[in-house]
């Protein structure tokens, strides 16, 4: 079964390139809809991954990226379960809070780049604190609403049973919310990502986000493309082979898969 899902892959991307490459020739050469070097195409963005991989760029821009988003969502999390800890133990802190969070998170993480400027200057500190802002407020109320669907019975059980505040939230509260606090954490690091680029793109001199800005700089699109394409790629990388399989094997565990 997991060879025909492998060979259905490779065959969707396959079938993808090729429809890729004969929209290229359609929209450059058949019909002269647009000029050759406004469109990408699969050979020249093949070429560009070789020349940057060859002088070790996409190798350098990845591991700052990496190392500037690890941090940044790191603290993301203290900071996040932090706040949701803190509404869910205050109602005026819920009252007046929450809705604060709510609208900051509504923000896109590129209002918060001036601020970043401002404050830190063009370093390294702007753009983890423009990871921060853009997913610390997401994974608030991630934690908030994951703690507060808890069943009720369950806390009710513990505390007939005489349970410390600390046991609680060791043994009972975050064991039965731990599904959906993945969940927010995923959702969390998708946020952190998209706010790692709008920072990059601003203010780094190394990074994905500044190779990106180089290719748009240079006028080259298949620059531009390839460093979208190792975007998503290593979004979809993290997703799948860090919180799906952390939340697969949760469910699994607790018999919901």
């Known amino acids: 079964m997991k060879a025909k899902q492998l060979m259905g892959s490779i065959l969707f991307v396959i079938g993808f390139v090729v429809l890729w490459q004969l929209l290229y020739a359609a929209s450059t050469d058949w019909f002269g809809w647009a000029k050759p070097y406004a469109v990408p195409h699969p050979l020249g963005v093949c070429q560009t991954i070789v020349n940057l991989i060859k002088d070790g760029t996409l190798l350098s821009a990845i591991i700052s990226s990496m190392l500037r988003v690890l941090v940044g ?5 203290i900071i996040g379960v932090s706040f949701g800890l803190f ?32 404050w830190f200057g063009l370093g390294e500190s702007a753009i983890i604190f423009v990871v921060v802002m853009g997913s610390a407020f997401s994974i608030s109320l991630a934690v908030e609403g994951a703690i507060r669907n808890i069943p009720p019975i369950y806390i009710k059980a513990a505390k007939t049973m005489g349970v410390s505040t600390s046991f609680m939230y060791q043994k009972v509260i975050f064991p039965a919310a731990l599904p959906a606090l993945l969940s927010g954490l995923k959702q969390g690091w998708s946020f952190a990502w998209r706010a790692l680029m709008s920072g990059e793109v601003m203010s780094a001199i190394t990074g994905l986000g500044y190779t990106l800005m180089v290719g748009r700089d240079l006028a080259d699109i298949n620059q531009v493309m390839t460093i979208i394409l190792v975007i998503i790629f290593l979004g979809i990388l993290i997703d799948k082979g860090v919180f799906s399989m952390w939340e697969h094997r949760v469910l699994k565990k607790r018999g919901l898969l």
Do not use: D, H, M
């Open 87 to 118: 509404i869910l133990k205050s109602k005026y802190l819920e009252r007046n809070l929450k809705p604060l969070i709510l609208g900051i998170q509504t923000l896109p993480s590129v209002c918060w780049v001036p601020f970043a400027i401002l």
């Open 73 to 77: 969502f790191a603290i993301s999390v």
